[in-house]
């Protein structure tokens, strides 16, 4: 069975401070994975995902994501947070055989000003 | 391009009553899936369609849920009668994928929030 943990309910950051927020899965063989954004009321949206080929990949509003085999990780980064990124983040993942999409629990972000 | 819709945005009804979801995917997206999203927690599937057929509803408690996709467009979720747990936003997406092979991000509507009284 696949799964995905995002071990922080909540990350607080300053405005123009650099924002992680950190993602493990499991999955057999490998994995498609995938980090949405939702904002207060609306659906998921989707913001970057990786497939095969960098480690690190570029999304949407200057995020960034880097896969990382040997530990599973999938951590979602942005160089200098603004207010506006304040929001529910999840990560996914799938596994390349499978259609399933699995997803975390979540991670609230608060950037302050 | 029209994202996801879905009707109706809020819903309250007592237990043991029955509701209806509808949800329109984007244009030309072959697979539409139904999330759980329950306060707290991520979105669990209910069910995935690829065009009119089921694909996994493995999670879906089909003694009181079910849903179709007539057409391979439009797509109802029902549940009847309801229980208190129901209480969630139940989201719908649709993606491009034809299959298991592709990474196609699902687009998502912006979800029914379901109260049970």
């Known amino acids: 069975a696949q799964s995905v943990a995002q ?15 950190k993602c493990t899965y499991s999955v057999s063989g490998n994995p498609y994975l995938f980090w949405y954004v939702q904002y207060p009321n609306r659906g998921l949206q989707f913001l970057l995902k990786y ?24 951590h979602l980064k942005k160089p200098s947070a603004l207010v506006s ?10 596994a390349l055989w499978d259609y399933k999409l699995s997803f975390g629990a979540g991670t609230t972000v608060t950037v302050r000003a | 391009e029209a994202g996801v819709a879905q009707s109706p ?16 995917p984007i244009s030309g997206h ?11 927690q991520g979105p669990k599937l209910l069910i995935q369609f690829q065009n009119n057929g089921v694909v996994d509803d493995s999670q879906l408690p ?20 309801a229980k208190l747990e129901d209480s969630a936003v139940y989201l719908c997406a649709s993606s491009l994928e034809m299959g ?17 009284t």
Request: proline fraction near 4%; glycine fraction near 8%; charge should be positive.
């Open chain 1, 7 to 21: 071990p922080e309910d909540q990350v607080n950051v300053a405005e123009g401070n650099p924002l992680t927020v």
């Open chain 1, 51 to 74: 497939i095969t080929g960098d480690n690190l990949v570029k999304g949407s509003y200057g995020f960034e994501a880097e896969f990382n085999k040997s530990q599973t990780s999938f």
């Open chain 1, 85 to 94: 990124d304040s929001a529910l983040y999840f990560c996914a993942v799938r």
């Open chain 2, 9 to 24: 945005r809020y819903k309250i009804i007592e237990k043991r009553q029955s509701v209806a979801f509808w949800c329109n």
């Open chain 2, 30 to 40: 072959a697979t539409l899936y139904w999330y759980q999203q329950i306060l707290g």
């Open chain 2, 62 to 81: 089909k003694d009181r849920f079910s849903a179709e996709r007539l057409k391979g467009v439009d797509s109802t979720l029902k549940i009847q009668p």
């Open chain 2, 100 to 116: 298991r092979t592709g990474g196609s991000p699902l687009h998502f509507g912006n979800g029914t929030r379901l109260t049970v």
